[in-house]
């Protein structure tokens, strides 16, 4: 008789965003975990929290959810704040009150990391953060919070990292789903074959979508407690190459126009993270090539442009 194994539960914050949907999807096809099912929430309102934790204690915790517009974040730093740094402390109180004893993994961004020199490149976890928007500066906060539990609770807490992260289901407004939205739209005939688009002559560090799950769970499995993970691919893109290769996969060829009303100003020229630490304490490692990201993007966009 085949011995049956038993499920860890998970709760999961922010199953509504991007990274969120793709990982509810996800986890049936990953043996061994349960998600607690996602019911009204508020980080700002602890009650809602502890109602949430009702349907039982998990014994992991990933905790995606957060203000992470950087725009809105100059706009209103102190709402940032409260969402970013005061939910995450709501969340890891309510956790304590229910009980919880086990995985807590809090998602901060590479972005912490701030403007860093090209001397610096790959970027590890021993660079010191220098944020330099409110946003950044509300996650280095939360990751401090998280690590100051680590030291007093009997938890196993982590703090991941991530840089550039891509896939299907990314909105428009990023680079390269935008870009695929209209190599889509010039193959139907919909738009001149003219990309607009801003500055194509930076690197970053992309990773699938589906990678940084992966990245994800493996900390919640084999992460050390009061460790902090870059999640990143170690490989620079250039996006002028990424855009080639998009237009190469559809067949066409096209004008790069620069739209002024894209353009922002990028202090930072070359992205390139440095994952080892992950990969050595959890045995991680990316599993989708970069060409797979960009047609899984572009397949994405073809659904998407027949229903607009």
């Not at 706009?75 to 890891?92: C, M, R, S």
């Not at 289901?169 to 607009?196: C, H, N, S, Y």
């Not at 250039?238 to 922002?264: F, K, W």
Request: glycine fraction near 8%; aromatic fraction near 8%; charged fraction near 20%.
């Amino acid at each position: 008789m085949a011995q049956q194994t038993t499920s860890r539960t998970v709760l999961v914050t922010g199953l509504g965003g991007f990274v969120g949907g793709h990982l509810r999807a996800a986890l049936p096809e990953r043996p061994g975990w349960e998600l607690i099912p996602e019911q009204a929430y508020d980080l700002l309102d602890p009650a809602s929290l502890d109602a949430w934790l009702q349907q039982g204690v998990p014994e992991a915790v990933i905790h995606l959810a957060g203000q992470t517009f950087v725009p809105q974040a100059f706009k209103d730093p102190a709402q940032t704040f409260q969402v970013n740094l005061l939910g995450t402390l709501n969340l890891l109180q309510a956790l304590k009150r229910a009980g919880f004893s086990g995985a807590f993994l809090y998602v901060s961004s590479g972005d912490v990391y701030g403007r860093v020199s090209e001397c610096a490149l790959p970027i590890s976890e021993q660079l010191s953060p220098r944020p330099r928007n409110p946003y950044a500066v509300s996650k280095v906060a939360a990751e401090l919070l998280c690590l100051q539990w680590s030291y007093q609770e009997r938890w196993r807490i982590m703090v991941a990292r991530p840089f550039n992260h891509i896939g299907p289901g990314q909105r428009e407004d990023f680079v390269i789903p935008g870009v695929a939205r209209q190599l889509v739209r010039i193959r139907k005939g919909l738009q001149a074959a003219r990309i607009d688009i801003g500055d194509v002559d930076v690197t970053r560090d992309f990773l699938d979508v589906r990678d940084v799950i992966n990245a994800y769970f493996s900390l919640l499995e084999s992460g050390q407690n009061g460790e902090i993970y870059n999640v990143c691919s170690g490989q620079e893109q250039r996006i002028r190459s990424l855009i080639e290769q998009m237009a190469a996969i559809t067949g066409l060829n096209v004008d790069l126009h620069q739209d002024q009303t894209r353009l922002r100003h990028s202090e930072q020229r070359r992205v390139m993270g440095n994952s080892l630490k992950l990969k050595e304490q959890t045995g991680w490692k990316p599993g989708i090539s970069i060409t797979e990201t960009l047609q899984s993007v572009l397949s994405d966009w073809e659904d998407k442009v027949e229903r607009e």
